[in-house]
């Protein structure tokens, strides 16, 4: 295969849920400049919409969908709306999370519901609604975004890593079974990696500079790599997976952490 062929995603149709900001709206923007048109959900519709719009000024195809991936009828219509504008498809990057810190002994009903709800019932539904499209279609490839918390059952992470433990589950899981119908499933564990999730901004998207040093520095400490790395770093791993490139791979967790490799 030539590298564009390996690489290029011409005439592909792909959907990307959390593509308002961070690593899916960075996701969104690479594989619409390798030549997908892109369906952008969020449940922020407004950066959805900015996300969207920065790609057209590229001269890429991109369209923006309000969408809360915690309600079926949202996820089923968004990827509904891909078949709509552009006929079908053939990517879907399940990217949109939430970052959730509480001790178990501490964890409330209602913070179970909502977690697994939008980390995990979420992706669900993306993986459902996809497979409708692409079981007939005969092709497909799923990326679902679990994080290093996986790996790494340090305190605080209880609820957060029970649901990247259940999206990687799942995957595997689907990988199986989707196979056979042409379809790929994986999953990208990414490590640290500064957007509006890391734990140093406030709601609203407001920087506390002490806290953000002293995040970065202790991130940058438990990263072999020494330094930290960005929402590219973890789309240009999401464009390999989707792309021809990595038509033999399937079932498998891809780490995107500066070589972080024992727990922290
Ligand atoms: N940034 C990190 O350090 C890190 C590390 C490991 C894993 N992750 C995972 O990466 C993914 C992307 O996170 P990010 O770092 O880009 O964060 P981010 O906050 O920048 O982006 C997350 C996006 O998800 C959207 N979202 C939240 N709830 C939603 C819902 N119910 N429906 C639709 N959209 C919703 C948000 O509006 C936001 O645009 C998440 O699944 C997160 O768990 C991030």
Same mark, same amino acid.
């Given at each position: 295969?030539?590298l564009?062929?390996m690489?290029?995603?011409?005439?592909q @149709?792909? $959907? @990307?849920?959390? +593509?308002?900001?961070? !690593?899916?709206?960075?996701?969104?923007?690479?594989?619409?400049?390798?030549?997908?048109?892109?369906?952008?959900?969020?449940? *922020?519709? #407004?950066?959805?919409?900015?996300?969207?719009?920065?790609?057209?000024?590229?001269?890429r195809r991109a369209v =923006?969908?309000?969408t *809360?991936?915690?309600?079926?009828? *949202?996820?089923?219509a968004?990827?509904?709306?891909? @078949?709509?504008?552009?006929?079908?498809? *053939?990517?879907?990057?399940?990217?949109?999370?939430?970052?959730?810190?509480?001790? /178990?002994?501490?964890?409330?009903?209602?913070?179970?519901?909502?977690?697994?709800?939008?980390?995990?019932?979420? /992706?669900?539904?993306?993986?459902?609604a996809?497979?409708? @499209?692409?079981?007939?279609?005969?092709?497909?490839?799923?990326?679902n /975004?679990?994080?290093?918390? !996986?790996?790494?059952?340090y305190?605080?992470?209880?609820?957060?890593?029970?649901?990247?433990?259940?999206?990687?589950?799942?995957?595997? /899981?689907? =990988?199986?079974?989707? +196979?056979?119908?042409?379809?790929? $499933?994986?999953?990208?564990?990414?490590?640290?990696?500064?957007?509006?999730? =890391?734990?140093?901004?406030?709601?609203?998207?407001?920087? #506390?500079?002490?806290?953000?040093?002293?995040?970065?520095d202790s991130?940058?400490?438990?990263?072999?790599?020494?330094?930290i790395?960005?929402?590219? #770093?973890?789309?240009a791993?999401?464009?390999?997976?989707?792309?021809?490139?990595?038509?033999?791979?399937?079932?498998?967790?891809?780490? $995107?952490?500066? +070589?972080?490799?024992?727990?922290?």
């Amino acid at each position: 295969m030539e590298l564009t062929d390996m690489f290029g995603l011409n005439d592909q @149709v792909a $959907v @990307v849920t959390g +593509g308002a900001s961070g !690593i899916g709206a960075a996701t969104a923007e690479l594989l619409a400049s390798a030549g997908a048109s892109v369906v952008i959900g969020d449940i *922020d519709g #407004d950066g959805a919409q900015r996300t969207a719009e920065k790609i057209a000024a590229e001269g890429r195809r991109a369209v =923006a969908l309000r969408t *809360d991936t915690t309600k079926r009828a *949202d996820v089923d219509a968004l990827v509904g709306r891909a @078949v709509s504008e552009y006929g079908r498809l *053939d990517i879907m990057a399940n990217v949109a999370g939430v970052g959730h810190a509480q001790p /178990v002994r501490d964890i409330t009903e209602e913070d179970f519901d909502r977690l697994m709800a939008i980390n995990l019932k979420g /992706v669900l539904f993306g993986c459902q609604a996809a497979l409708e @499209v692409m079981i007939p279609q005969k092709s497909g490839s799923i990326l679902n /975004v679990a994080s290093t918390v !996986i790996d790494s059952p340090y305190p605080n992470q209880g609820l957060y890593g029970m649901t990247k433990a259940g999206v990687t589950f799942m995957s595997q /899981v689907l =990988a199986a079974e989707a +196979g056979p119908h042409g379809i790929r $499933v994986n999953v990208l564990a990414p490590g640290a990696t500064p957007t509006n999730f =890391a734990s140093f901004r406030y709601p609203g998207g407001k920087i #506390d500079p002490e806290r953000e040093k002293a995040v970065q520095d202790s991130m940058r400490q438990m990263t072999p790599l020494q330094f930290i790395g960005d929402a590219g #770093d973890q789309a240009a791993m999401i464009l390999f997976l989707v792309s021809p490139a990595s038509r033999w791979v399937s079932g498998n967790i891809f780490r $995107v952490n500066g +070589g972080q490799s024992r727990p922290w």
